[in-house]
């Protein structure tokens, strides 16, 4: 079992920056990958940012340039650092921990949090 808690967000203005963070537990040694997604309203969930074990990273073309992910493994935590904000990046996100082959399930999500971005 893999327990995430996301936390951050908020209302921001556009323009503006934003942290999100999300703590790992349980059986982390199995994580591959940690990643965000968001889900505005009306639309289906979206990839934003992943970062791998050996700490490649892959970002949508949407957020390239304005946001990074990095994580801090004696935290278990990792982050998205949202610059530059934009209105259509209003959306809840969620934090996504991809599991090695053969682990009981494929992967864990968390609760998501929600960004509002104001103009």
């Known amino acids: 079992q893999v327990q995430l808690v996301e936390s951050g967000g908020g209302l921001v203005q556009a323009g503006g920056s934003a942290r999100l963070s999300c703590a790992a537990s349980?059986?982390?040694?199995?994580?591959?990958?940690m990643g965000w997604y968001r889900q505005a309203p009306g639309k289906q969930r979206e990839l934003v940012a992943t970062?791998?074990?050996?700490?490649?990273?892959n970002y949508a073309d949407s957020v390239k340039g304005r946001f990074t992910i990095s994580r801090d493994n004696a935290k278990n935590t990792v982050y998205l650092q949202m610059n530059s904000l934009k209105p259509q990046d209003t959306a809840v996100y969620y934090c996504?921990?991809?599991?090695?082959?053969?682990?009981?399930?494929?992967?864990?999500w968390g609760q998501g949090i929600q960004v509002t971005v104001s103009s």
């Open positions: 970062i791998f074990r050996g700490g490649s990273t």
């Open positions: 996504k921990a991809e599991m090695a082959p053969f682990s009981p399930r494929p992967d864990y």
């Open positions: 349980g059986s982390i040694l199995g994580i591959n990958e």
